[in-house]
């Protein structure tokens, strides 16, 4: 099977379309025939191993070759031993550490779950990883209840676009968003009551004082004693990610620097990791389904020009999600 791989930590120019054995799925876990793949900033962590202290994880030497991608939409092709949830020919939506930017891709069956018809593989690809964080951060990471009120800060990415739409479907009164004015209109058209524009002044200035139950944060630019003044109180900061490309810490040197700032300033500034949920992913696949919430797909592009299409994610001005098309059929 063709898969976009690499066998050394490298930029996506390094990135080599390789002819790679079909992967066998073993106990628990289902083989998925890729139909289209979304791209999010995890994926060029994963293939320049950066920040660094990721590669604690991920390992500094590499065994063989791995293959780029997380988020999949496709047809379980092949199930393992033990495998109850999803039967082959089921389609389904999933996100998984790797592997999907290739024909076929295996993961443990609960990273994935069943894609109602009627829901475009362009836009089941674009939904699992942001989604879930937008969805765990919105109700797990901010507790958000019924005529709740949100800030999204980021509103025009991957997961702040989700985020507005979310917040709503989750009950929240009010929905602002703070974003670049290239995409203002995008996410007031997503259901956003209020727009506020980043490059004008300050980060924030303009923003209510006092209003929001929650401010979902997406860039991390805005010094915790300014969220601060933005929170009602019991209000909560949720920190999802963040701009800075520090090679050793990346993101996570905010992540630290404003947990520190918000215990001194006795603001709840918490971070979240995104947790792979199959019953979340179900939960998502059926509000795509229902119409409730809409991926914008900012551009889908084939699997020829995967590399090009990670190369636009790393700029990191996307509006919305970018999508690969792995296969035509489906
Ligand atoms: N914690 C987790 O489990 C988890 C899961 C997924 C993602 N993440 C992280 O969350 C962050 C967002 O992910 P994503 O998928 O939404 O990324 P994305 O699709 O690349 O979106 C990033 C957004 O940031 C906006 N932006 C850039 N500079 C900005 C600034 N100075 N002020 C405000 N907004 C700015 C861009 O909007 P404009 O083009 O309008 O500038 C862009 O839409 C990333 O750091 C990602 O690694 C974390």
Redesign the pocket.
Known sequence: MRALTYDRYTDAAGLRFTDQPVPEPGDGRVRVRVIAAGL???DW?MHRGEPWIMRMQEGFRFDGVRTAGADVAGIVDAVGTAVTALAVGDRVLGSMGGGALAEFAVAKAGAFARLPDGVSWEDAAATP??GL?ALQGLRDGGGLRDGGSVLV??A?????HLAVQLARVLGALRVDA???P??GDLVRGLGADRVFD?TKGE?GSGVGQGDYDIVLD??A?APIARLRRLLRRGGRVVM????SRGRVLG?LSSLVTRTVAGNVRRVDAR????RVDASDLELLAGWLAAGAIAPVVQEVLPFDRAVEALEI?ER????G?VVVRVTGDG
């Not at 025009?156 to 702040?160: E, I, L, R």
């Not at 971070?271 to 995104?274: C, I, K, P, T, Y």
């Open positions: 999010n900033p995890f962590h990883m942001a964080t800060w980021g025009s990415g991957g997961v702040g703070v974003c670049s290239r995409t980043y980060p997406t860039v630019t999802v990610g963040g701009l993101p971070g979240l990791m995104a994610v990191g001005h996307v509006a999600k």
